[in-house]
């Protein structure tokens, strides 16, 4: 591999990543790196973890998705192991998934038989009780070798970074989002009712409480129908 032009390529990524205005499209663009910088990649895919349930965030074809699914099924494979060792093993590769898998003897004969020949995964990021991993796929064995491992570490590493300042951004951008509904909504039950802000934050309250719905859900309707939905 031409490291100089792999450095220069990232780089180029990199700032790429931090110029999505979302955190699917920063999704989107990790899985679609890693076809164009990882050597014998044919396909990615970004997937999430949870409770034993997978879903995929972003694929660049229906391989990524077709093993996704497997693993779920099956509830064996390269994602789950590395839910298991959380603090531990954060990359695998696996050479060869034509050859007899020991480790995965359900999900390896099926993955081969989909077109897996060998396959890498990384892990992006484990918070609460999530699991974030960045899969890569080649339809021929032996096509990933240790500087594709390498690649592609340095690929989801700076992957991991831009993903978490997405999220956090999203997480703000809600958050403002939310406290400025609730405030047009405290707004409309001061002027409705003639009280005081902790007065109009607690009906909000109450009423999110008896009815099991958001507090941001109560503030919206408030906000479209101009007063507090139900009895008061």
């Not at 990543?17 to 955190?23: A, G, H, R």
């Not at 910088?37 to 970004?46: T, Y």
């Not at 603090?87 to 898998?101: C, I, N, P, S």
């Not at 080649?138 to 989801?156: D, H, K, N, Y």
């Given at each position: 591999m031409d490291w100089e032009c792999f450095a220069q390529r990232m780089a180029a990524m990199a700032h790429?990543?931090?110029?999505?205005?979302?955190?699917?499209?920063?999704?989107?663009?990790?899985?679609?790196?890693?076809?164009?910088?990882?050597?014998?990649?044919?396909?990615?895919?970004?997937?999430?973890l949870r409770e034993g349930r997978v879903r995929t965030l972003a694929e660049t074809g229906p391989l990524a998705e077709e093993s996704h699914r497997l693993q779920e099924h099956l509830?064996?494979?390269?994602?789950?192991?590395?839910?298991?060792?959380?603090?531990?093993?954060?990359?695998?590769?696996?050479?060869?998934?034509?050859?007899?898998?020991?480790?995965w003897p359900a999900f390896a004969p099926q993955a081969a038989e989909m077109g897996i020949g060998s396959m890498m995964g990384f892990l992006l990021f484990a918070d609460d009780e999530n699991l974030g991993a960045l899969n890569?796929?080649?339809?021929?064995?032996?096509?990933?070798?240790?500087?594709?491992?390498?690649?592609?570490?340095?690929?989801?590493?700076?992957?991991a970074v831009a993903l978490s300042s997405a999220r956090h951004h999203a997480q703000l951008t809600e958050?403002?989002?939310?406290?400025?509904?609730?405030?047009?909504?405290?707004?409309?039950?001061?002027?409705?009712?003639?009280?005081?802000?902790?007065?109009?934050?607690?009906?909000?309250?109450?009423?999110?409480?008896?009815?099991?719905?958001k507090l941001r859900e109560v503030a919206r309707e408030v906000s479209e129908i101009g007063a507090l939905p139900g009895p008061v």
């Open positions: 790429d990543l931090l110029e999505q205005d979302s955190v699917a499209g920063t999704l989107e663009r990790i899985a679609a790196s890693a076809t164009e910088l990882v050597e014998g990649c044919d396909a990615a895919g970004i997937l999430i509830q064996e494979g390269p994602c789950f192991d590395a839910a298991r060792r959380r603090d531990g093993e954060r990359v695998f590769r696996v050479a060869d998934m034509t050859a007899l898998q020991q480790r890569l796929y080649s339809r021929l064995p032996g096509r990933f070798t240790e500087t594709s491992e390498t690649a592609g570490w340095v690929l989801a590493s700076h992957a958050a403002v989002a939310t406290r400025h509904v609730i405030g047009e909504a405290m707004g409309i039950l001061m002027a409705r009712h003639r009280v005081a802000e902790n007065e109009a934050f607690n009906m909000l309250r109450r009423r999110s409480q008896d009815s099991n719905v």
